[in-house]
């Protein structure tokens, strides 16, 4: 990481928020951005959050919910969070689903994805790696979720989007993208928010 990265990073609006409220990443404001404006984890609610290392989605889910569940999974590993269930593993390994399934015992309300690849610097190749995530993750949505929960999901915008949109619309109630305002503004990422699952009808299993 070069010297100018690391400066743009310390004059970040939301970096530095994040650093003065003890959150672990910038991310944890998209969450809060999104959850404002279209009310997707309510207290109570038992969570999934895919692709959480930091742990600053976690961290607001945690809030959200109050003494509700929050199950966390990244590849990577993730500090403790009090009040939250870590998994280290591959959402791209069927063993992973398997072990997420053991620990929530039964359907959750709301899954969450903020999974993202490494970035090469091939914008086709991100962007096919970003949708395949997106793909998994909209898979375990369709596993995990009672009828009537939320999921939300960040893929890069380009080529495959517009059809991967297309198949989650069948699933849910109501599909937005949303952008939130602590994206970066260069970014290519957008948000799909699914409001009301409709349930794991055999028409829904399209991916
Ligand atoms: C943008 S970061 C998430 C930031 C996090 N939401 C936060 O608020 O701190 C994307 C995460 O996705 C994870 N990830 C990428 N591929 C994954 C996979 N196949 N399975 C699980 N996690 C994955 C990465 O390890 C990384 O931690």
Redesign the pocket.
């Known amino acids: 990481m070069g010297k100018n990265w690391v400066l743009q990073k310390k004059r970040d609006h939301y970096y530095r928020m994040a650093k003065r409220e003890n959150y672990?990443?910038r991310?944890?404001y998209k969450?809060k951005q999104l959850n404002d404006r279209a009310h997707i984890i309510r207290r109570g609610d038992s969570v999934i959050?895919?692709?959480?290392?930091?742990?600053?989605?976690?961290q607001v889910a945690a809030e959200l919910t109050g003494d509700g569940i929050v199950v966390a999974?990244?590849?990577?590993p993730m500090i403790p969070i009090k009040g939250v269930k870590f998994i280290q593993?591959?959402?791209?390994q069927e063993e992973?689903m398997e072990r997420i399934e053991e620990v929530v015992e039964g359907k959750v309300d709301v899954v969450i994805s903020?999974?993202?690849?490494?970035i090469s610097g091939h914008y086709s190749y991100d962007q096919a790696r970003s949708v395949e995530?997106a793909e998994?993750a909209l898979r375990a949505a369709g596993r995990l979720l009672r009828p009537g929960g939320n999921f939300v999901v960040?893929v890069f915008q380009g080529d495959l989007f517009q059809t991967y949109l297309k198949t989650v619309r069948k699933q849910f109630r109501s599909v937005k993208v949303h952008s939130p305002k602590a994206s970066r503004a260069a970014s290519s990422e957008v948000y799909v928010v699914c409001m009301g699952f409709l349930g794991g009808g055999k028409d829904n299993q399209s991916i």
């Open positions: 672990r990443s991310a944890s969450l959050d895919l692709g959480s290392s930091p742990g600053g989605w976690s999974v990244d590849i990577d593993g591959d959402m791209l992973t903020d999974m993202a690849p490494n995530l998994m960040k």
